[in-house]
């Protein structure tokens, strides 16, 4: 931890572990990193609960339902904007692609697809949807350089160790003027802000990083990959402050929930602080 950082916030994980961490503001990206960070197998244990909700297509209880509700509409949506990108072929890679559903989404509208995802549960869905087209983290390093016209990583890029290796790997990825998609959660917005170490979008340890638009556009514009468009999710802070709703008083209190969901999409008009945002990247011709 640097000296020049300070703890912002202490908290647990409410999920699996209920261990202790910290989130440690480094000033000069304007973000926010856990502390301590697990490495490798360790790491790995942190993702080891059938809660994972990522990893499933399942739909045990309202929080389930609620997620695959949204994801129905999210994916329509996530098909749109990619469409709108210009480019005259439509090669697709999405990191940490879970269970699939927006590469086969993209898949039915003739995009060619590739997907990476960790968890070999989740890969087996997602393999049964996309003709096998999704494959183990340790492919992405041999994936063959500038043959992406789109890379989405859809909540994924808060999960990556080693954030330098991982966007000059974006970057050799890309094709000239090809676009990057990240969409994340906002520390800064309302329902952050009201929760406090109960905000269900930490999920620390597994999130390990916690972004700001700042530092979206300044980890990127290293790589001459330039920040061009900054997009609400705004039915993000309605499941997340359900989650956070469960962490905080130990039950789903989804009228409380949608309260503070709505609150903090009413403050986003005005303040551009939503509970999450999708970033769209493009990758400058150099």
């Known amino acids: 931890m640097s000296k020049n950082n300070q703890t912002y916030l202490s908290l647990k994980d409410h999920s699996v572990s209920k261990e202790e961490f910290q989130l440690v503001h480094n000033k000069e990206l304007d973000m926010l990193e856990t502390y301590p960070q697990p490495e ?35 994916l329509k949506r996530k098909l749109k904007l990619i469409n709108s990108f210009q480019s005259e072929s439509k090669t697709l890679l999405d990191i940490g692609c879970g269970t699939g559903d927006f590469l086969e989404t993209a898949l039915k509208d003739h995009w060619e697809i590739t997907g990476i995802e960790p968890n070999e549960s989740a890969r087996q869905i997602a393999n049964s949807k996309t003709n096998n087209s999704v494959f183990e983290t340790e492919e992405l390093k041999k994936l063959k350089p500038h043959s992406f016209d789109v890379i989405t990583l859809w909540h994924v890029l808060e999960h990556l160790p080693d954030l330098e290796m991982h966007t000059a790997l974006f970057k050799s990825l890309l094709k000239p003027n090809g676009t990057l998609v990240i969409a994340v959660p906002n520390y800064k917005s309302y329902d952050a802000e009201y929760y406090k170490n109960f905000w269900a979008a930490y999920d620390v340890p597994r999130h390990l990083w916690h972004f700001s638009k700042t ?15 900054t997009l609400p999710m705004k039915f993000d802070a309605y499941y997340v402050c359900l989650l956070s709703e469960k962490y905080k008083s130990g039950f789903m209190n989804a009228v409380k929930a949608f309260l503070v969901g709505w ?20 990758n400058d011709n150099s």
């Open 40 to 74: 490798g197998e360790k790491l790995s244990e942190y993702y080891q609960s059938e809660d994972y909700i990522s990893h499933t297509d399942t739909k045990r209880n309202l929080l389930e339902f609620a997620y695959h509700k949204v994801r129905e509409i999210s």
């Open 263 to 282: 609150q903090s999409n009413r403050k986003a008009k005005r303040t551009g602080e939503y509970s999450s945002h999708i970033y769209v990247l493009q």
């Open 215 to 229: 530092s979206i556009s300044e980890l990127f514009k290293e790589k001459n990959i330039r920040l061009v468009k």
